[in-house]
């Protein structure tokens, strides 16, 4: 599943002349802590409850604020793995979209991620995610394969992608049917493979405000 596919069209990105007030107000209403600040259908940045709420003025406008996660995105075509490492990373709870030429087509939601995480896990079976980083010329799948099932556990999806922190190495997403990690993460790391994130589906989420806290535990960088 494509970040494309999973646009939340209900929320409308913010102006340059929108007020904080009016930021505010519309993160209460679709009841998110961020929300993007689009000019000309490019993307400038988020705009923050937490940057937001202690300004005294609440009739000044965002092109004076300063922005945050200005080069936080996924692309369109990326996968929903990618959107769901960029919101886990950043601590964010909206993640914005991109076309080719870099024109905003909108944001997706960890809800969103989460609801997609559960069509596929309802597909494959219950599990985590594990997400590795590692030079290119180290990528081996079997390698990788044989380690993972020397634990009792299967690999049910990997995906490939480039390391946008390190042109020279690329992320590998696996999609396993396990909830414990632990002795696979040790055994990956004893091979010199360097684990960036880890998420388990088997969460009870709180669906408010503060739902990306569980989520975040998760995260071993």
Not at 27 to 54: C, H, Q, W
Not at 172 to 179: C, G, H, R
């Amino acid at each position: 599943m494509i970040a494309e596919e999973l646009i939340n069209q209900m929320i409308p990105p913010l102006k340059l002349y929108d007020t904080v007030d009016k930021a505010l107000r519309w993160m209460d209403e679709f009841r998110v802590n961020e929300l993007p600040v689009v000019s000309n259908r490019k993307y400038m940045g988020l705009a923050t409850e937490l940057a937001l709420i202690e300004l005294p003025d609440r009739e000044r406008q965002l092109k004076d604020i300063e922005l945050d996660h200005k080069d936080v995105n996924v692309q369109a075509h990326q996968h929903f793995y990618d959107v769901m490492e960029a919101a886990i990373k950043n601590k964010i709870q909206v993640v914005p979209v991109l076309d080719e030429e870099l024109d905003y087509l909108g944001i997706i939601t960890v809800n969103d991620t989460l609801a997609a995480f559960g069509q596929m896990s309802a597909l494959q079976g219950q599990g985590s995610i594990l997400v590795l980083s590692m030079p290119e010329r180290d990528y081996s799948l079997a390698q990788i394969s044989r380690l993972i099932e020397e634990e009792n556990t299967k690999i049910l999806s990997a995906y490939v992608s480039p390391d946008e922190m390190d042109p020279y190495k690329i992320k590998l997403t696996l999609k396993l049917n396990t909830n414990d990690l632990t002795r696979i993460i040790a055994t990956l790391e004893r091979f010199e493979y360097r684990i960036t994130a880890q998420f388990n589906e088997n969460t009870e989420y709180d669906v408010g405000r503060d739902r990306l806290d569980m989520l975040f535990k998760y995260l071993d960088i």
